[in-house]
């Protein structure tokens, strides 16, 4: 019996699963010859079962400023933590407009509801579509719904953009405290809507939310159930424990709900130096400290640290079948580089890299873990050469190797606060349904990479 013939759109459609497959093999054998993890790489490139998710997000860490961070700390052929994984793609970053045409440099609240709910939406915008401004689940909600235990690390305030796609949704991502709803009239519980981002988060009973902004904790609940009691009332009213600092949450119990506030707004930087300024600085050293860091700040390592503990320890008494699902955000590398701060910015990218490690020290023991690399989108800073003169802000390093570095930050005038861009960013995994990075995949990829690997369980 003849066999039937193949049309030519199948053996074109045949010849790209292979190509793909080759690719991805080529990939791997790179990736492994770079970081050693030859076996490592092959287990994540067939897929297979995760128990847990770790995603961390280094905001605003385009490939110039993970190449600042190494040249600067382990030298221009030395790796970071977040080099060595296996696996290694881009992502592309851009946001929408209302009718749905690209807006191509996007904001951390756009992008967050990218990679949070596998929809694009306009600047500004928590987890909600682009046009009718309705809320969209979010992969924590979709996680939490799944039996998964769930936690958020930030070094901003917890009411930021990022942490915020998470556990909110909001029309505009000013909308952190009850105080702050000027923007988002429908959200209001008055409107019977959901409130403002603090109180979204409290209400949805993440496991563990770490990170800054007290400030908008201690706002007054203006309307509803809790009305004249703070945020953070409310909070211990639902279960959580509350905690100042890092004595504080290694001492929280697992099993109850941790809200952990440690700055009244954004976590103080762990690096200090002089800002770039027009006309460049005299070759400076990073300080690798900060006066106005109060004694007792947990290092997002540490946040992170006690956040898988937490999380692990919570299924467990439970016997839950599912594991958790935990973002890390290294939040500042953003601010700093919009405040055009090498040194600030450079300590902060390598205290999130600190937080890499202690995910993939955990996935090593765990490798039913799926550890996910990636930032929100790219920034400004620019290494140029030594003679160069640029129109901007710039300023020379003097780096760990002993040389001179000079960065440039020309995204806006001088004064202003400097700009995202729009370029595509690097994502890194490791782990089951890592393979899933590779290649240039779009932004909102990224959730259906994560949503399928709860599904697995």
């Given at each position: 019996m003849s066999r039937p013939r193949r049309s030519p759109r199948?053996?074109?459609?045949?010849?790209?699963?292979?190509?793909?497959?080759a690719t991805a093999a080529v990939a791997v054998t790179a990736a492994a010859g770079a970081s050693g993890g030859k076996e490592q790489a092959q287990a994540a490139i067939k897929g297979g079962k995760a128990k847990n998710v770790i995603l961390l997000i280094g905001d605003g860490m385009g490939?110039?400023?993970?190449?600042?961070?190494?040249?600067?700390?382990v030298g221009a052929s030395g790796r970071l933590n977040m080099d060595k994984f296996p696996l290694t793609g881009s992502y592309t970053t851009y946001a929408v407009h209302p009718?749905?045409?690209?807006?191509?440099?996007?904001?951390?609240?756009?992008?967050?509801t990218g990679?949070?709910?596998?929809?694009?939406?306009?600047?500004?915008?928590?987890?909600?579509?682009?046009?009718?401004?309705?809320?969209?689940?979010?992969?924590l909600e979709l996680a939490q719904r799944r039996g998964y235990a769930t936690g958020s690390v930030t070094t901003a305030e917890l009411t930021d953009a990022t942490p915020a796609v998470l556990a909110s949704h909001a029309t505009d991502r000013s909308c952190q405290g009850p105080a702050d709803m000027a923007k988002c009239p429908a959200d209001t519980i008055a409107?019977?809507?959901?409130?403002?981002?603090?109180?979204?988060?409290?209400?949805?009973?993440?496991?563990?939310?770490?990170?800054?902004?007290?400030?908008?904790?201690?706002q007054k609940v203006t309307d509803g159930k809790y009305k004249g009691r703070t945020v953070t009332e409310q909070a211990k009213q639902l279960g959580y424990q509350v905690v100042t600092d890092k004595a504080s949450l290694k001492n929280a119990k697992p099993g109850k709900p941790v809200l952990g506030l440690f700055a009244d707004g954004n976590v103080a930087t762990e690096w200090t130096g002089k800002p770039a300024a027009v006309g460049g600085t005299d070759p400076q050293r990073c300080v690798t400290s900060n006066p106005n860091r109060p004694d007792g700040t947990p290092a997002l390592a540490d946040q992170a640290t006690?956040?898988?503990?937490?999380?692990?320890?919570?299924?467990?008494?439970?016997?839950?079948?599912q594991g958790f699902f935990l973002q890390i955000e290294g939040a500042s590398i953003?601010?700093?580089?919009?405040?055009?701060?090498?040194?600030?910015?450079?300590?902060?990218?390598?205290?999130?890299?600190?937080?890499?490690?202690?995910?993939?020290?955990y996935a090593a023991k765990h490798p039913d873990t799926l550890v996910v690399t990636t930032a929100d989108h790219g920034h400004t800073s620019q290494i140029v050469p030594l003679d160069a003169q640029p129109p901007g802000l710039t300023s020379t390093l003097v780096t760990d190797e002993g040389q001179q570095l000079k960065v440039n930050y020309s995204t806006n005038t001088p004064g202003k606060s400097q700009e995202h861009t729009g370029t595509q960013v690097r994502i890194a995994a490791?782990?089951?349904q890592a393979y899933r990075v590779l290649g240039v995949t779009n932004q909102t990829d990224l959730f259906t990479t994560i949503r399928e690997a709860l599904r697995q369980r």
């Open positions: 199948t053996l074109i459609v045949a010849a790209s699963v292979v190509a793909a497959t490939d110039s400023e993970i190449t600042l961070a190494r040249d600067y700390t009718d749905g045409s690209p807006e191509y440099v996007t904001d951390s609240a756009a992008s967050g990679w949070a709910t596998g929809h694009k939406t306009v600047n500004g915008r928590i987890s909600k579509t682009p046009d009718t401004d309705k809320a969209v689940p979010t992969i409107k019977g809507g959901p409130g403002s981002i603090a109180e979204q988060s409290v209400n949805h009973k993440v496991d563990v939310l770490l990170g800054g902004g007290k400030q908008r904790f201690d006690q956040a898988i503990k937490l999380l692990e320890a919570k299924q467990k008494k439970q016997h839950a079948k953003d601010k700093q580089d919009h405040a055009a701060d090498p040194c600030g910015q450079i300590g902060e990218t390598a205290a999130f890299d600190r937080a890499v490690k202690v995910a993939r020290a490791q782990g089951p």
